[in-house]
T-cell receptor
Framework: AQSVTQLDSHVSVSEGTPVLLRCNYSSSYSPSLFWYVQHPNKGLQLLLKYTSAATLVKGINGFEAEFKKSETSFHLTKPSAHMSDAAEYFCVVSLYNQGGKLIFGQGTELSVKP | DGGITQSPKYLFRKEGQNVTLSCEQN?????MYWYRQDPGQGLRLIYYSQIVNDFQKGDIAEGYSVSREKKESFPLTVTSAQKNPTAFYLCASSVETAKTQYFGPGTRLLVL
């Protein structure tokens, strides 16, 4: 069965320090993977997506993620956190064999301290 | 200004009442989706539509109904059969199914 596991429910960093949000997936097929960000009481905004092209994917606002098939991971990173990065982040897998159904991780809440 | 709009931003439902959440998109997308989000959880799929006049149940369709009479509109009705309707509801669309989904700003439904 396809699934997504976000390994941390909450991550806290200081402004200017690196961010690492971890995501592991399970998929029988070559997956499409996404990271979305959600600010409080807002909709989800697409940060980046992996669709079997380059394994290192660059997204908006300085975020990037690396697809590692051997580790079944798709961790999200940013070199230097900004206060505006504080939000909920969701790792998502798309099931091509089920009409593109999205499977969401439980989310990681990122806090950024001044 | 292209995008997905949802209204209202907040909605209150009385016991035994049906309420309808609006979702409109001007992106010319064929596929549209409704999700439910509960506190501290990821999103769960309620219904989706691949094309006008067609829709399928998602994982938690009980107590909900939809229609897709126009390409740009996909309203969701929360019926009185839905016993725990309090949640944040998100609408999304994509060019076609299995393509990247883009989300609206959401509607928060509260029960009086």
């Amino acid at each position: 069965a396809q699934s997504v596991t976000q390994l941390d429910s909450h991550v806290s960093v200081s402004e200017g320090t690196p961010v690492l949000l971890r995501c592991n997936y399970s998929s029988s097929y070559s997956p499409s993977l996404f990271w979305y960000v959600q600010h409080p009481n807002k909709g989800l905004q697409l940060l980046l997506k992996y669709t079997s092209a380059a394994t290192l994917v660059k997204g908006i606002n300085g975020f990037e993620a690396e697809f590692k098939k051997s580790e079944t991971s798709f961790h999200l990173t940013k070199p230097s956190a900004h206060m505006s990065d504080a939000a909920e982040y969701f790792c998502v897998v798309s099931l091509y064999n089920q009409g593109g159904k999205l499977i969401f991780g439980q989310g990681t809440e990122l806090s950024v301290k001044p | 200004d292209g995008g997905i709009t949802q209204s209202p931003k907040y909605l209150f439902r009385k016991e035994g009442q049906n309420v309808t959440l609006s979702c409109e998109q001007n992106l010319n997308h064929d596929a549209m989706y409704w999700y439910r989000q509960d506190p501290g959880q990821g999103l769960r799929l309620i219904y989706y539509s691949q094309i006008v006049n067609d829709f399928q149940k998602g994982d938690i369709a009980e107590g909900y109904s939809v229609s897709r009479e126009k390409k740009e509109s996909f309203p969701l009705t929360v019926t009185s059969a839905q016993k725990n309707p309090t949640a944040f509801y998100l609408c999304a669309s994509s060019v076609e199914t299995a393509k990247t989904q883009y989300f609206g700003p959401g509607t928060r439904l509260l029960v009086l």
